[in-house]
């Protein structure tokens, strides 16, 4: 398998230094940035899988920073924060943070974040499946090349928001709770996630939707989840 590669960057070297510790000791490389900027650089030059990313930085924020990756990429993105207010945790996810933890965090749970979002990442081009596409009036999903598409032209989704619309549309009709969308999707148990999944449907429906306030594709349950309509 090729060596995962994670880009850690923080303003504090202290921070970056413990979190390249822990990694490297679960075998995997890191490359370190001390803002937004450096990152976007490093980016150009070097192989990376998954970022970790500050929000708080000099030069090129996280948030900003995020926006800008996302205009080209859809590498993981796992945000650290100091705060630990709704609000940033959903801007964070908004731009296109696939996760969020928050400063002070345990060594271990960022470990264990880091080693979830990768599997999904490393894995979505290469696990067993039906290798096929499924059609829903114009939305495609073609399960072998990890795409979708709206009448023929591409969408970009990171792979959080894949992995939402793959498990809609493999169950589609069906409705899902929010809290069997953020396990199977996130593999771990979901507690108070409602924001998190909401805020991931809202930013497909952007993307499949041609408006994303009545969709035709991705529709709410009220009370229940969210379902892919047949």
Not at 29 to 53: F, R, W
Not at 54 to 70: E, N, W, Y
Not at 85 to 101: F, N, P, R, T
Not at 103 to 121: D, I, N
């Amino acid at each position: 398998m090729e060596q995962q590669v994670v880009l850690v960057v923080d303003d504090d070297k202290e921070i970056r230094d413990a979190i390249e510790i822990y990694l490297k000791h679960e075998g995997i490389e890191v490359l370190q940035a001390k803002d937004g900027l450096e990152a976007l650089a490093m980016l150009e030059a070097e192989p990376v899988h998954l970022i970790i990313l500050d929000v708080m930085m000099p030069k090129l924020d996280g948030i900003a920073a995020t926006f800008k990756i996302r205009e080209s990429r859809n590498l993981p993105i796992l945000m650290l924060s100091a705060k630990s207010e709704d609000s940033d945790k959903i801007l964070g996810l908004h731009v296109g943070a696939d996760d969020y933890v928050t400063k002070p965090f345990h060594p271990m749970e960022l470990v264990a974040r880091v080693k979830s979002l990768l599997r999904r990442y490393v894995t979505l081009g290469s696990y067993e499946g039906a290798k096929k596409t499924i059609e829903l009036r114009g939305l495609a999903l073609n399960q072998e090349a990890k795409e979708v598409s709206v009448n023929g032209e591409a969408v970009k989704l990171t792979p959080i928001e894949y992995k939402i619309v793959e498990l809609l549309m493999t169950n589609a009709g069906r409705v899902l709770s929010i809290n069997e969308i953020y396990e199977r999707v996130w593999k771990e148990p979901g507690y108070y996630t409602e924001n998190t999944v909401a805020v991931h449907v809202r930013k497909i429906r952007e993307k499949i939707e041609i408006d994303p306030k009545n969709p035709r594709y991705l529709k709410v349950v009220w009370g229940v989840g969210y379902k892919m309509e047949k």
